[in-house]
Each structure stands twice: as structure tokens, then as C-alpha cells.
């Protein structure tokens, strides 16, 4: 490094020196190079992966304590007007990082619209666990089991299963 009082010459050590190559070279992508080369040393990629899990935890403590979240709301009405693309775009407006890991976690990309409700409800679950008020999805899932009488359709279930297990066993005894 040239200071006008000085010059200071360090070498790096040899586990740092892909980081002060990737520095040096003026390439278009110099982010994904430098974070590259920092992934190769190992105690520099846990310190890395350490410092993007406390983002992720003050991104969703932030998120958790948002008074207007698609998340807390639980009237009818909002319910009704429920969208998984508003609920993604919120955590990634909001919380970046958790809607990278999620969509990392499902292969999501905008060609996918259809795993949307995948990593809305997985990352629903996890917010409720933190805020209980977090829970619309969870309303969702439970009108959608009752309009959908559900209960019925189990009892009925269960009923053939009985059925089709008295009539197998007496298929076997009387073979």
C-alpha cells in the first residue's frame, strides 16, 4: 500500500492469497470472485456463514415485529385477497435473506411460480414459531380443511380403508 508518508509492504499468508488475487484482478464479476475466494478458507467461510446468520436473525426479529405483515393479517377479508407473490415480496423487500435461503432451499426461480406456496408456508411456519400472530397461512390451511369438509372426506376414508382390510384378510383365508 503507497501512503504519502510511507509505503507498507505485507504479504498475505498462503491461505488469504486466492482473496488478495481475486482483489487484484480487475474482473466484471469482482464481488462473486472475492466471495469465492473467501469461501476457500475454511475459518473465513464459518465466519462468513456465522455473520449471514445474524443478519438473518435481525431480518427476521425486524420482520417478526412489523405491525402490518401479510403474516398478521387474520381478518376475512385479508385472507380472501391472500397472495403468495405479496407474501414473498415482502420477505424480500424486508428480509433478503431468508427469501434467498428459502428459494435457494426449493430451486425457485420467477419460471416456477408454482413453488411460491412451497416457500411461503415453509417460511410461515418458521415466523410462527417466533410471533404466533405470524399465522395467516395457518388460518388459510385451517378454512381450507373445513370449506373443504375435510372431516367428512377422512371419516369416509377411513370407513374404505376398514373395508378394503376386512376383504383382504378374508381374500388371505380363503385362498
Not at 156 to 174: A, D, E, M, P, Y
Request: with cysteine; net charge positive; aromatic share 6%.
Amino acid at each position: 500500500m503507497h501512503f504519502k508518508s510511507k509505503t507498507i509492504i505485507k504479504e498475505l499468508p498462503t491461505n488469504l492469497r486466492s482473496i488478495g488475487i481475486a482483489l487484484c484482478k480487475p474482473v466484471p464479476s469482482l464481488y462473486t470472485a472475492i466471495s469465492r475466494a473467501a469461501f476457500k478458507n475454511k475459518k473465513l467461510r464459518q465466519a462468513l456463514i456465522s455473520h449471514t446468520c445474524s443478519e438473518l436473525n435481525r431480518d427476521c426479529q425486524k420482520l417478526v415485529k412489523k405491525k402490518k405483515s401479510v403474516l398478521r393479517s387474520n381478518s376475512i377479508q385479508d385472507l380472501k385477497s391472500f397472495k403468495w407473490l405479496k407474501l414473498l415480496s415482502e420477505w424480500k423487500k424486508e428480509a433478503p435473506i431468508l427469501y434467498k435461503v428459502l428459494a435457494a432451499i426449493a430451486n425457485y426461480s420467477k419460471a416456477k411460480p408454482s413453488l411460491r406456496p412451497f416457500i411461503g408456508a415453509a417460511g410461515a411456519i418458521l415466523l410462527k414459531g417466533r410471533n404466533h400472530r405470524m399465522s395467516a397461512v395457518q388460518h388459510l390451511v385451517g378454512l381450507c380443511l373445513f370449506l373443504g369438509r375435510t372431516r367428512k372426506k377422512v371419516s369416509k376414508f377411513k370407513k374404505k380403508c376398514v373395508i378394503i382390510n376386512i376383504l383382504s384378510q378374508l381374500g388371505t383365508r380363503l385362498t
